[in-house]
C-alpha cells in the first residue's frame, strides 16, 4: 500500500474522531519555521517565505472546512524588524500580495469571512498599509468567519497600548477605576474583546509562545509541532485540535 493512500485513510480516520467532539473557537497559528525549511533543501530563504505562504492559505482552508470561527496567524512580529534589510522587503512583498489576494479571494468571500490585520500599524510601509486597508474593507460586513493577521506584533505592547486607552478614558472621565475589569482590557486590545484563543499551535519545534496573544491565550492550550511549517499538513492540525479535546476532557 502506497504512503499517500495510508496517509489518506488515516486523516480521514482522525477527522471523523475530531468531528465527533467539540470544536476550538479560535485557533492562533505561530507558523515557525520557513527559514530553515529553505536551508533544509538548500533554496533561498525567500522562498521558504513563499512556501510558507502557500502553506497558510491550505491551512485556513482546512480551518474553515472544520468550521473553526476564529483564526489568528502570526505573519510578522516586531521582533523580526530586526532581520536584514532584504529579507524584511522580502516578506512585506509577500504580505503585500498575499492581503490583496485575499481581497478578491472566492473563498473569501463564499465563506463570508471578515479579515483584519492586527499590529503595530504605523511600523509598516505604505504598501502594505494599502493592502491590508483594501482586504478590511472588502471583507468589513462579513460576520461568519474571522481570520486575524498579526502583522507588526507584540504581546505585550498590545497589552500596554490598550492599558493607556483605559487610562485616557479614566483620566477622561469616561471610566471609573472600578469599572477596570479583564473583559474592559480585552475590549481594547487589538481583538477588539474578540474570542479568547483556545489552540495556540506553533510548528518548527520550538516549544515558546514568542508574545504572541499572551492574554487571549492565557486560558488556551499550547501545541508544538516539529514540522517546519512549509511542510505541515492536515494531519497534523487534526491532532493538535484531538490534543486540545483530550485537554478539554481531562
Not at 28 to 54: E, W
Not at 136 to 149: A, G, H, M, V
Not at 183 to 189: E, I, S
Request: charged content about 35%; aromatic content about 12%.
Amino acid at each position: 500500500m502506497r504512503l499517500g493512500l495510508i496517509y489518506s485513510i488515516y486523516e480521514k480516520k482522525l477527522a471523523s474522531e475530531v468531528l465527533k467532539k467539540k470544536m476550538p473557537n479560535h485557533i492562533a497559528i505561530i507558523m515557525d519555521g520557513n527559514r530553515r525549511y529553505a536551508r533544509s533543501r538548500g533554496l533561498p530563504t525567500k522562498l521558504g517565505h513563499y512556501f510558507g505562504s502557500k502553506k497558510a492559505e491550505e491551512v485556513l482552508n482546512w480551518c474553515w472546512d472544520l468550521k473553526i470561527k476564529n483564526v489568528t496567524v502570526y505573519a510578522f512580529s516586531t521582533e523580526n524588524f530586526k532581520r536584514d534589510e532584504e529579507e524584511k522587503r522580502n516578506i512585506f512583498e509577500l504580505i503585500r500580495k498575499e492581503l490583496y489576494r485575499l481581497a478578491e479571494d472566492k473563498r473569501i468571500h463564499d465563506s463570508e469571512v471578515r479579515v483584519r490585520v492586527i499590529g503595530k500599524k504605523e511600523y509598516l510601509p505604505d504598501y502594505v498599509l494599502e493592502a491590508a486597508e483594501r482586504v478590511e474593507e472588502r471583507t468589513s460586513q462579513y460576520n461568519k468567519f474571522f481570520l486575524n493577521i498579526a502583522i507588526a506584533y507584540g504581546g505585550r505592547q498590545e497589552i500596554v497600548d490598550a492599558v493607556r486607552k483605559i487610562l485616557k478614558l479614566v483620566k477622561d472621565g469616561k471610566v471609573d477605576l472600578e469599572e477596570i475589569s479583564p473583559d474592559l482590557v480585552g475590549k481594547y486590545l487589538y481583538t477588539d474583546g474578540k474570542a479568547s484563543v483556545d489552540l495556540v499551535i506553533r510548528t518548527g519545534g520550538e516549544q515558546r509562545l514568542s508574545n504572541f496573544l499572551p492574554w487571549q491565550s492565557a486560558r488556551g492550550a499550547a501545541y508544538f509541532c516539529d514540522v517546519y511549517w512549509p511542510e505541515f499538513r492536515k494531519i497534523d492540525l487534526l491532532r493538535a485540535i484531538r490534543s486540545w479535546q483530550n485537554m478539554k476532557r481531562n
